[in-house]
Every structure is written in C-alpha cells, then in structure tokens.
C-alpha cells in the first residue's frame, strides 16, 4: 500500500475528472496486517534502495510525499516495473495513487 500526501485531499497532485464519483470506495480491511511504521519515500526512491524483509507478495505501507508525478525520477515499465524506478511514480502510474 502507498499513500500519498497532497493538497486538498488530492493524493497524487491529479484532480479526478469533474464527472467522477465523489466518495471513495472503502478499500479491503487490513485486519491484523502489521502495517505499523510506514516507510517514507521520496519521488526517487526505488526498490534496490531499499531493504523489504519477507517474500514476494509481502505488504508494505509506504507514503509518498506530493508532486511525484512530475518529478525526474526513473519509470520502466507497465504494470510491472523495473527495481530501478521510482516506487511513488510506479504507484502513480499503475493507478494506485
């Protein structure tokens, strides 16, 4: 899970087209995840800077500060992405954030 921080509730320094649906859907419940202590990124930060402990698959919270999107960090890939971009620019792109 990324989170990002934005203005106005604007998570990923995008505003949703006028004709969006105003509330968000309720995303799964967590239950007893330990999602304590979220990593805090910057738009550079990527995955071979970083030391994830578990298996593929592991969850992870994260936040991302705001304007990754339009920041100079690496992006390869679409829908999986290389270890060397960027986690928040990933997150953006892949319609997380």
Wanted: aromatic share 6%; glycine share 10%.
């Amino acid at each position: 899970m990324v989170k990002c921080d934005g203005k106005d509730g604007d998570t990923s320094g995008v505003r949703p087209p006028p004709d969006a649906p105003s509330e968000k859907t309720p995303g799964p419940k967590l239950g007893n995840l330990p999602l304590s202590n979220p990593y805090k990124l910057t738009c550079e930060t990527t995955l071979n800077q970083l030391d994830f402990p578990g298996d593929p698959g592991s969850i992870y919270l994260a936040n991302c500060p705001e304007g990754c999107k339009d920041s100079d960090a690496i992006l390869r890939g679409t829908s999986i992405y290389t270890y060397d971009s960027s986690i928040c620019k990933a997150a953006i792109h892949s319609g997380v954030l």
